[in-house]
């Protein structure tokens, strides 16, 4: 899946609908439409992106919305968490070399620091202080719309900044986004990759910042608004179904204490269901005791049949008893 961060939103509808179309066109998966805010916050604070949007989408196409907060006091108090409340991702805009670095080590419930990189900064981007933001979950942005459509000042400035801060971060923790506010400005995914091999970003790492980096942000985002502290995660798992009952149970009585089966006891006046109480008695394993009583009677049997049968035996018998009969004959008659 292909991430495109930063598309701004315009009351210019048509316009709007033509930039989603032509973007789910290249092969963007998800979306986030932004709005800038610069200032002091109002009280109330609405979004003013739509729910749902007045035109037709693409199907294929996820739409999120996202604030970009241009940051110029680093001592003003900017209500960030109501404005995790209100859109899918946060994201500041630091204007100096304070900003940044409150951005970077101490702001808290940010996903994105978005850099514009069409401007020349006075400072040099420190490795330390990026690293530290992105050991926080936070993710650095480069925007190219603005350097592909403007001047050639803008260009330059766009390749030096985005050189200095692959080179600053190492690579780790980069998105790349268009921030396109007409179609004509958009770009394919597999171009925003060459645009990041330009500037000094491996193959893979700028693979990585419009699929996993961006998917991070979006997941952080999601989790850190509906989760306790981004680690635990209460997910709805439906009502318990219903089971219907199909009889009544039956009321087995009796002075002290009733036999279930052959298993366990229930005490009188106990209300069960008669399906519960009858117990298939020869869909149980036998005993050791009867498994030895089978094999002694089958043996014996063999035994028996061995020797001639119980038939032979009787006949045996009778035989011996009439021998004896005559022999006491005899010896009547020559006494």
Known sequence: MFYDLNIPYTTNHAELQRTLAFVAELGYNTIAISVNLSGKLPTDLTSPIPSPLPFSIPPSLHILTRCTLTLSDPSQNHRLTSLTSIYDLVAIRPTSEKTLQQTCLSLPTIDIISLDCTIRYPFYFRQSTLLAAIDRGVRFEICYAQGILGAGEARRNLISNATQLVRATRGKGIVLSSEAQRALACRGPWDVVNLGIGWGLG???????????????????????RSYRGVVDVVYGGEKPVVEEKGKGKNLGGKGKEMVGKGGKRKAGDSVDAAEVVVDEAEKPPSKRELKRRAAKARKAVATENAGGPDNAVEESTTTKENDDVAMANSKDQG
């Open 203 to 225: 193959k893979e790492r700028a693979v990585e910042a419009v699929q996993r980096e961006a998917r991070g942000v979006v997941v952080g985002a999601e989790m850190r608004r």
